[in-house]
């Protein structure tokens, strides 16, 4: 908010958390990270079983050790007992990150790279790979890029920082929510398993079909209504 303050002196035009969007979009963006988790699950599937050449073999090890060492972390932290606990969790892993990181990675990370290099694709690329880089857990790399572009489009099409803070919280609350009934024995299957949810990979693949789609419609569907972005950054 003090970057943008700072550099156009209008930080509600800078990050467009003011814009209007239609609300639809909320449920296009809804429907895009349901079919996404497949995505999610493939993709961090094979993420994991890369490895770096024999020459960067101590820096493969210690990815791989720190890997281990945050996810011991992260277990003990989201430890939740009560539905109180669940609550807490959703607001510091799922509402607050939401916001934040979408503000400044799409909201001024990516529109710092839509005025440098005129092109929305790029914007959104760079910041992707910075947002999935910057959170130094690289076993989730490529999941976590896709994600990024994802968010970034939802945002340079919408005009609107709200669909991808949206569909960031969505994420974020489906990973918790999965976790709290696991440790509440609602459902059987670990959430954070390296196992595969279909024995088929065909099914990943119409997955993924079914995310560009939505994607593209999404685009229409904004374009429909006349939203547009980067005009008021001119």
Not at 4 to 27: E, H, M, N, Q
Not at 79 to 96: E, F, G, N, R, W
């Amino acid at each position: 908010l003090i970057f943008a303050f700072f550099t156009v002196r209008k930080p509600d035009a800078y990050l467009r958390y003011r814009s209007g969007f239609k609300p639809a979009l909320l449920l296009i963006a809804l429907a895009f990270v349901v079919f996404f988790l497949p995505v999610i699950d493939i993709t961090s599937h094979f993420n994991r079983q890369l490895s770096l050449p024999a020459p960067f073999k101590g820096i493969d090890r210690w990815i791989h050790d720190t890997e281990t060492k945050n996810e011991t972390v992260i277990m003990t932290v989201m430890q939740m007992k009560t539905t109180a606990d669940l609550m807490i969790t959703l607001l510091l892993v799922a509402v607050l990150p939401a916001i934040a990181e979408e503000f400044f990675f799409r909201g001024c990370m990516q529109s710092i790279f839509q005025r440098w290099t005129k092109n929305t694709h790029a914007a959104v690329w760079i910041t992707a790979f910075l947002f999935s880089f910057l959170h130094f857990e690289f076993l989730g790399f490529v999941p976590r890029l896709l994600l990024g572009a994802a968010l970034g489009y939802f945002f340079a099409w919408s005009g609107s920082i709200w669909p991808s803070v949206f569909a960031h919280f969505l994420n974020n609350a489906w990973a918790v929510l999965g976790l709290y009934m696991y440790q509440h024995h609602k459902i059987k299957g670990d959430p954070d398993s390296t196992e595969l949810m279909f024995n088929h990979l065909w099914i990943y693949g119409i997955f993924i079909i079914i995310c560009v789609l939505i994607l593209t419609y999404y685009r229409q569907y904004a374009a429909s209504k006349q939203l547009t972005y980067g005009k008021e950054l001119d």
